[in-house]
């Protein structure tokens, strides 16, 4: 074995890892269990089993799995027909559309809660825009209007899967059905629809799971419906007097559970259900060519839905930061650039919340990278049982629901039993960010160190270089675009982190989440849509600069 995989591999270093793993996710999510049924000294398992079978808390699953189910249905409808149109038409050829149709992706789902709702709210810009269509008004502000948006901000996730579903479908196995007569239906019916089965359920299942995961749309219009799921009850019961953590360690054990088994249907379909459809042949997939009126269809089917999914949220964010008096409603005397001085003025609130995310984002995804670093190396260096054990841990907090991981960890650190005194500071966010972030590094980094050659470290070694010089100039310069990414992943989504941020902050400090949710929730609109803009314009800038770095440096290679 050579030096450097000897070092890496060394058992003290894995111990560590292991340690640290298990003070970051292990114990936190142990934590949650034992609180399930070990309270005030006592053992309480036939409590927990009466409360699993209480009718609150099967009312509050049945709602999650049943808000699950119909965001999974309908994200489908949207996500199919676009998917089909870039993938089997001529209008494939445009690649913006992959682009513009992520965007819903990359926007918090409870920024686009908030401005649906004051889109759609009486007096708002729907009825301002068409009067005739404000009977639309209270039909939205129900399960169906929760649906509809959580629907349009991950169908992109189906459309993926779908995509990539169809563009493995042969050609040749299309033109094949043709030759001996199949119908179009006939066609999708018994050759694409079968061989697209196991991609759909994946990605049905990942929506499901991210669906009754999602805290920030149920926790806004969920909460003024009266539609509670598990995810915001979780948050009620450890934020709102009186805090019970033994009632939020049943749902979170729940919400565990649910997720867990999903995650189980998930891969069992992955490894049961496969079909070999690339050969030595080729892959090319069967294009059609539109007539007019089926080209003029499809543009109708794709500005409707980015419409809504874009359209009408971004429309009310920007008309809402940029009006003066919402009484006034919409007029070009009445806007005003107020709202985005107040946040980048250096002596107010909002500016100061501003500068809490920069902040804690810097540190966390700084932390996550050097961690990422770590673990990434030695679950590929190594090869022993220690490594897919941390391997597992650095990657759990991933496939658990972003509340329960937060929840487990409110309990592991203000547990009277632990010395250090991290709850309620700064310290608590940042590593609630890293414990939520981590798993992005490390899968980045794995990513770039399994394409590297055990040569490299022969060839570094015949040339009597030691272990740290070889990690220093060689492994890590390879490694870098993968740390980069993650910790530019990391940051990104630590200026927009809600759930983490709202259950564990100290009081007095905002960060621009939390502040957009509670001036929101205030009534100050305009405010937090000022700095909703600010958040997401961060995001898309940051993202643009290292697409653009990333063409200059493939084109200079």
Known sequence: MTSLTAFISNTKYLILALISLSILTL?????????????????????????????????????????????????TLLAAPLAWITAKTTLGRHK?????????????????????????????????????????????????????????????????????????????????????????????????????????????????????????????????????????????????WPIDFAKASVLSLVLLTTSMLMWMGQLYISNRYQYQLISGKGNQSRIITLGSWQKLLCWAIITAILGLSIGVPYFSITATALIDLAGLGLGWDNLTIKHFLQVFDSDGYA?????????????????????????????????????RVIDFASLLSNAVPGIVVVFGL?????????????????????????????????????SAAEQLNYSLEDAAKVCGASSYYHFAKVTLPLILPGVIAGWTMSFIIGQRELVGSLMVKPPGVETTATFIFSEFDQGNTSLAMAMALVVVTVTVSILALLKIIESKRLRQS
């Not at 996550?368 to 190594?382: D, E, M, P, S, T």
């Not at 650190?413 to 590094?441: C, D, E, Q, R």
Request: aromatic share 14%.
């Open 96 to 240: 913006w559309l992959d682009i513009v149709i992520l965007i819903p992706f990359m926007t918090p789902p409870f920024i686009d809660s908030m401005g649906w709702m004051t889109f759609m709210r009486p007096r708002g810009y729907l009825e301002q825009l068409f009067p005739s269509l404000s009977g639309f008004q209270s039909g939205f502000f129900s399960l169906a209007g929760m649906v509809l948006i959580m629907s349009l901000s991950l169908f992109p996730f189906m459309y993926l899967v779908i995509k990539n579903s169809l563009l493995r479908v042969s050609a040749s196995i299309e033109e094949a059905a043709i030759i001996y007569g199949a119908s179009s239906l006939r066609m999708l019916l018994k050759i694409t629809a079968p061989l697209m089965l196991s991609g759909y359920l994946m990605g049905a299942l990942l929506v499901f799971v991210k669906t009754i995961s999602e805290f920030g749309t149920p926790a806004t219009l969920g909460k003024q419906i009266g539609y509670y799921v598990l995810t915001t009850e979780i948050h009620r019961f450890t934020s709102t």
């Open 27 to 75: 114990m936190p999510m142990s934590t949650i269990l034992a609180n399930s049924v070990y309270q005030d000294g006592e053992w309480y398992f036939i409590s927990l089993f009466k409360q699993l079978v209480d009718g609150y808390i099967i009312g509050v699953l049945w709602n999650s799995i049943q808000l699950a189910v119909l965001v999974t249905i309908v994200a």
């Open 410 to 446: 409110i309990l592991f650190w203000n547990s009277p039993n632990n010395p250090a005194p991290i709850y309620n500071t700064k310290g608590m966010l940042v590593i609630t960010y890293v414990v939520l972030f981590l798993p992005y590094t490390v899968q980045y980094v794995k």
């Open 351 to 387: 500016f100061e919340a501003l500068l809490n995310s920069i902040q804690l984002s810097l540190i966390s995804a700084t932390i996550c990278a050097v961690l990422g670093i770590w673990y990434g190396l030695l679950i590929v260096k190594g090869q022993s049982r220690l490594t």
